[in-house]
Structures are given as C-alpha cells and as structure tokens.
C-alpha cells in the first residue's frame, strides 16, 4: 500500500513539475522540444602487463685438453765391474803361491717408489631451474556507471486534456561496463646451481737405488812349496759402468675453460585496452523551437537495395543534407524504417532493425551523441497501400512501403 502511495505521489509531483516546466512566451501555431545536453565521453587508452618479464638460461658445459709429459721412472745409476789380477810363472824355488786376496762384486740393490699425479682436475657443472609462473587477471572499467533521463507514459487515469500533465521524469540509471583481462605472473625467475665434478689421481712406481754397488776383499793364505811361483804382475781392480736413467710418457686431461652459462632476458608484453571516461556530465536543458513538419514522420527518400541494410553513397548524402542539420540543433530524433511484405515477416523485421541501426550508426560515426537517436524497425506491420501478402502489386507500389522515416521527439 506504502509503495503504491508512493508511485501515485512520484507521478503527481512528476506531472505537476513538467507542467509548470513549459516554454516561456511561446507563440502560437509554433512546436518546441525539449533538449538534453548530452554526457561528452572520451576514449582513454589503458595499458595492461599481460606477461611478465622474465629471462632464460642456457648452461655451456666445461672443456678439457689432453697433454702428455715425461716422467722418471728409473734413476741413473752405476754399476762396478772387476778387472781380475795379472799373474806370470817364474822359475824360481820359492813360495809356490804368495798370500794374496780376490775381490768379490756386491752388485747394487733396488727399490720401488710409487708417485702420485693429477690425471684429471676437479671441475664443475651447472644446472637449471627454469622460471615459473602463475595467471592472474585483472579487471577495468571500460564504461563507467552513468544515467539517462527518461519520460512516462501517460497515466492511464488522466483527467487532463493535456497528456503531459500526466506524465513524469525519471533518472534511469545505467550500470557501468567491466572487462576482465587475463595475465600472467612471474612467480619465480629462472637460477643455476653448481654442481663440483672431481677430479680423480692416478700413481705409477719407479725405481730407485737403495745400495749402490760395492766390493769385498776375500784373503787368500799364501802356498809354501818349492815350485814355480807364479807372481802377480798386476793386482785386480774395478771399473766403472755408468746405467743410465730411464723415462715414460704418461697423458692427463686438465681442464681448459669451465662451466659458464648465458642469460637472456624476455621483455614482457602488454595490451593496451580503450575504455570510455566521462568528460562532462549532460542534463536537461530549455525548450528549443522547431518546424512543426519535423515533428510528424518525414520520409528519408534512401533508395534501398532489396534485401539490403547497406548505405549507398546517395544514401549518405541524403542524411548529411536532410537529417545531420536538424541533430546538430541538439535535438532528439526518433528513426524508424520499413519493408513491404515480399519475404517472410521474421526476415523483413530483422531487416528494417538493420536499416534503422544504419542511419544511427552512420550518423554516430559523424559526430552525433548516441543519446540524441532512437532506431525502430517495423518490418512489414505498418504498409501505406495495399500491398500486403497475395495482393499484386507494382514495383513502384512496392518502394512506397520500403521507406525510412524520422521525427523530432522529446529528450
């Protein structure tokens, strides 16, 4: 019941309000529309990190050489050989043999060392982890919340002689206009890690002298006999042989250059996304005087192709003589069109919709405020002649129903 009340108070003070909201000094046989300064809106170009950036590794592995070296494997040395005594027969009666000595060779012993060498150094090696990620999105205002000043029917219950006592304005408000925008994160960028590979020895063994060689004396006791003696003419000795040292070539690897690795960075990437921003804020404003003829349905003679919503170039430059004029007095304008009754009633309906969405959007594109145009299609409901489905009818009969109309309305 409260809001009942209510609704019957609204459109009182409504009616009431637009009432007393008329023309000053308006002149008689003369028509006056209500304007509305329109909401000015520009785009405003907003730019979004879709993909973050980021950078790659790629890991170059360690190089190694081969070279060869010689080494000792056994010291030079010496060893000793006797030169036996000189003996010579004499014939004399005396001592058969005189007391001498011989010497006996000690040959020279050896022994083993076993020596250790790098056969490989150490080194390293790296791995990697790759960069990680996670989605994200975001989302913008394309088109912010605004409103709309809209006008009510006539009270069924209306009293007054004069409809738009009977009626009221309302604000409508229009919700604002969202895009969701998908993104990518960089949630962990790309590392190395070093791994050490050890190097590894290897031994070989070489001979070394422990006692050089020497000489001992063995006595041996004079013979007494008379006999030929045999005298020694020269005493045994010894001489020197030199043994040379021996050597090997032995290879290892080393390590040349090492592990190393090179980064690269991706740069991110963006997408630049248009939304509308409100400059000015439009209202309503006074009446405007117009020609009564524009008040009532004018025809816009466009030429129709059949079956077509596409405007010619003729079509064109009959709305920028006709029509653009009377939009740019900032007044409203209510488009309608029609088709005559060849086709099916669904095709012929969808059809007129595109032809008066045409002219709107063709007069949008040249600088007309949306808010100022209203499109109608009516399809084949409303013929002028007789034409109607079964009826025979000329081709000029026919471009009499396919028209396109307008009329200069409130706002």
């Known amino acids: 019941m409260k809001k009942l009340l209510f609704s019957i108070t609204l459109l009182v003070f409504g009616a009431s309000a637009y009432s007393q909201d008329l ?24 730019t979004i990190e879709t993909q973050a950036a980021y950078k790659t590794i790629s890991t170059i592995p360690a190089t190694y050489k081969t070279i060869t070296e010689r080494v000792l494997v056994k010291e030079a040395s010496q060893k000793l050989v006797v030169v036996p005594a000189v003996y010579e027969t004499r014939d004399v009666v005396v001592v058969v043999k005189e007391a001498s000595y011989r010497l006996e060779a000690i040959p020279g012993t050896f022994g083993s060392e076993t ?26 205002e394309i088109k912010p919340a605004s409103a709309t000043w809209q006008m009510s029917d006539v009270a069924p219950d209306c009293q007054s002689s004069d409809p738009n006592d009977c009626r009221y304005w309302c604000y409508k408000p229009i919700p604002a206009e969202y895009v969701t925008i998908s993104k990518t994160l ?39 006999k008379v006999v030929k003696k045999t005298v020694m003419v020269t005493p045994p000795t010894t001489r020197i042989v030199e043994i040379p040292a021996e050597y090997a070539t032995i290879s290892k690897v080393i390590l040349d250059k090492d592990a ?6 991706v740069p991110a990437q963006y997408k630049t996304v248009t939304k509308e921003v409100l400059v000015q804020k439009g209202g309503l404003t ?3 005087e117009v020609d009564c003829k524009l008040t009532e349905a004018s025809i816009l003679p466009i030429n129709w192709n059949l079956g077509s919503a596409t405007l010619t170039a003729e079509a064109k430059r009959i709305i920028d003589t006709r029509l653009l004029p009377v939009l740019k007095t900032g007044v409203a304008v209510a488009l309608e069109s029609h088709t005559d009754s060849r086709g099916s009633k669904e095709s012929n309906q969808d059809l007129s919709e595109r032809r008066a969405m045409a002219v709107s959007n063709y007069l949008i594109s040249k600088g007309i405020n949306a808010s100022q145009l209203t499109a109608n299609g009516f399809g084949e409901n409303r013929l002028t002649n007789r034409c109607s489905d079964g009826v025979s009818c000329t081709e000029r009969e026919h471009r009499a129903n396919r028209r396109t109309t307008f009329r200069v309305v409130n706002q």
């Open 260 to 265: 190393s690795f090179v980064e690269k960075n």
């Open 23 to 46: 023309p000053t000094n308006p002149e008689p046989g003369k028509c006056y529309v209500r304007c509305k300064t329109p909401d000015v809106w520009k785009n405003q170009d907003v």
């Open 186 to 224: 960089l949630d962990r960028d790309a590392s190395t890690s070093r791994t050490s590979v050890p190097g590894f020895t290897k031994t070989y063994k070489k001979t070394v002298v422990a006692n050089k060689p020497s000489t001992r004396r063995v006595e041996i006791p004079e013979v007494t």
């Open 115 to 140: 020596l250790t060498y790098t056969a490989k150094e150490d080194g390293s090696k790296l791995s990697v982890s790759p960069a990680t990620f996670r989605s994200d999105s975001e989302t913008i």
């Open 286 to 288: 006074t009446w405007k």
